[in-house]
Nanobody, 130 residues
Framework: QLQLVESGEGSVQAGGSLSLSCAASGYTGSSNCMVWLRHAPGKPRVGVAVVRSDGSTIYADSVKGRFTISKDNAKNSLYLQMNSLKPEDTAMYYC????????????????????????WGQGTQVTVSS
């Protein structure tokens, strides 16, 4: 089993920055794919950024150029640096991971099917005021 714990909750004004962290423990070999997702009230949960085991990254169009996902394998940690924050970035942010390797913003792709990520953190709130 893999346990994920997010930190970095905060409130900032538009244009500000926040950094989120996700600490992984347990069987970290289950974390070939790691992703940040967010869920705003009244909206579906969406993938924000993905980092694969080879280090390649994928970003949602809404955050490209503003957010940076990174991971530190030695510390078993995932990070999300968020700059130029906008009120529409307000959401609960979740860290998720999976041992399968072909991951996308929507989930893990196996053949023609996209599956939800297997491991999830509890979430951390980000609030951006105008």
């Amino acid at each position: 089993q893999l346990q994920l714990v997010e930190s970095g909750e905060g409130s900032v004004q538009a244009g500000g920055s926040l950094s989120l962290s996700c600490a992984a423990s347990g069987y970290t070999g289950s974390s070939n794919c790691m992703v940040w997702l967010r869920h705003a009230p009244g909206k579906p949960r969406v993938g924000v950024a993905v980092v694969r085991s080879d280090g390649s990254t994928i970003y949602a169009d809404s955050v490209k150029g503003r957010f940076t996902i990174s991971k530190d394998n030695a510390k078993n940690s995932l990070y999300l640096q968020m700059n130029s924050l906008k009120p529409e970035d307000t959401a609960m942010y979740y860290c998720a991971a999976d041992r399968r390797t072909f991951c996308s913003l929507r989930g893990v792709v196996v053949g023609l099917v996209t599956y939800p990520y297997n491991y999830w953190g509890q979430g951390t709130q980000v609030t951006v005021s105008s």
